[in-house]
């Protein structure tokens, strides 16, 4: 069964960093893309960015390019999400989840298959 969790979330001000962390188990995790998706309150779940099963590709949404880098340490079943110059409008709770195949980058949620429980980001103006 695969697990995915998240951690490092928080409250930030406006400007700040966070890195967010999602250690996976119970798949053979060098072999599936990775990704953040983040929820914002009211709205839909949105892809924010994704990196391939060797981490030589990675892909982010308009809105958090230049902003957020996606990583990933295949020797510890981690992805990771470093988020800089941290935006009110970044405030979420961001999402871990593997692709539903292997050696496939995924970029929309129907293309995920485990998801973790999600971690908040409260970014203060």
């Known amino acids: 069964q695969v697990q995915l969790v998240e951690s490092g979330g928080g409250l930030v001000q406006a400007g700040g960093s966070l890195r967010l962390s999602c250690a996976a188990s119970g798949l053979t995790f060098n072999k599936y893309s990775m990704g953040w998706f983040r929820q914002a309150p009211g709205k839909d779940r949105e892809f924010a960015a994704v990196?391939?099963?060797?981490?030589?590709?990675?892909l982010y949404e308009d809105s958090v390019k230049g902003r957020f880098t996606i990583s990933r340490d295949n020797a510890k079943n981690t992805v990771f999400l470093q988020m800089n110059s941290l935006k009110p409008e970044d405030t979420a709770v961001y999402y871990c989840a593997a692709a539903n195949r292997i050696f496939y980058t995924a970029q929309v949620a129907r293309d995920f298959g485990s998801w973790g429980q999600g971690t908040q980001v409260t970014v203060s103006a």
């Open positions: 990196i391939s099963w060797g981490g030589g590709s990675t």
